[in-house]
């Protein structure tokens, strides 16, 4: 089993409010992505980050931002939620030496709900 | 068109059956291929990954047609058990370990 954790599971909010959802994982892995996936969708990559201090955005435009300052923590920042932001999010990581080496191991996700 | 097509289903089956699944993909550089299962409201797993000789894991035996750009996921023999969503998944071209992931066919099987 994957050692990948996420936090909140479940988030209802309010529209206008800041929010961190928090993305942590203890196998050392190099590699971390963040995924948005609606309900009977495809998952699609908004953020990913090769190891510290590196951050990039993935195919899918997100208003979200991220930091690596930690290997082991990606976090997941919305400035100001909006309905449309309502959605599963889905953390991920990676690490060269695993076999094969593309295998992602998925945290349990955080369903936000923006009212 | 998307980069990776799966027909959405659902495949209702009973138990015992034997059921494929296809997926086709875009880019013909692709070199990686997997399929994940995700259950009900719960993050993908990796299955299996897909190579090009094809390669069997138990009941569940995967192939890859370059030429084509499909590959293929074939279940015998189905349990209860075997009832959840399958992901095509395509890694990107240009070495970045970038998953690409279809939208995934609907597996229910029945008693």
């Known amino acids: 089993e994957a050692d990948i954790y996420q936090t909140p599971r479940y988030l209802v909010i309010g529209t206008g409010k800041k929010i961190t959802l928090e993305c942590s994982q203890t196998?050392?892995?190099?590699?971390m992505y963040w995924y948005q996936q609606d309900p009977g969708m495809e998952l699609h990559l908004i953020h990913y980050?090769?190891?510290?201090?590196?951050?990039e955005k993935g195919d899918l435009s997100s208003e979200s931002t991220v930091s690596r300052i930690r290997t082991e923590h990606f976090p997941l920042t919305l400035e100001s939620a909006r309905p449309s932001h309502t959605s599963q999010y889905l953390c991920a990581s990676s690490d060269f030496y695993l076999q094969p080496q593309e295998t992602q191991y998925f945290g349990p996700g955080t369903r936000l709900l923006v009212l | 068109r998307k980069e990776v097509e799966q027909d959405p289903g659902p495949f209702n089956v009973p138990e015992g059956a034997t059921v494929a699944f296809n997926c086709t993909y875009s880019?013909?550089?692709?070199?990686?291929f997997f399929w994940y299962r995700q259950d009900c409201r719960k993050e993908p797993k990796l299955l299996m990954s897909?190579?090009?000789s094809g390669n069997e894991d138990g009941r569940f035996t995967a192939q890859l047609n370059r030429a084509s750009q499909y590959i293929s996921l074939l279940i015998r023999d189905s349990k209860l058990s075997d009832s959840a969503t399958y992901l095509c998944v395509v890694v990107e071209a240009g070495g970045y370990n970038k998953l690409i992931f279809g939208a995934g066919t609907r597996l229910a099987v029945h008693p």
């Open positions: 897909v190579y090009s």
């Open positions: 980050s090769y190891g510290v201090n590196s951050t």
């Open positions: 880019n013909s550089a692709s070199q990686s």
């Open positions: 196998m050392g892995h190099d590699k």
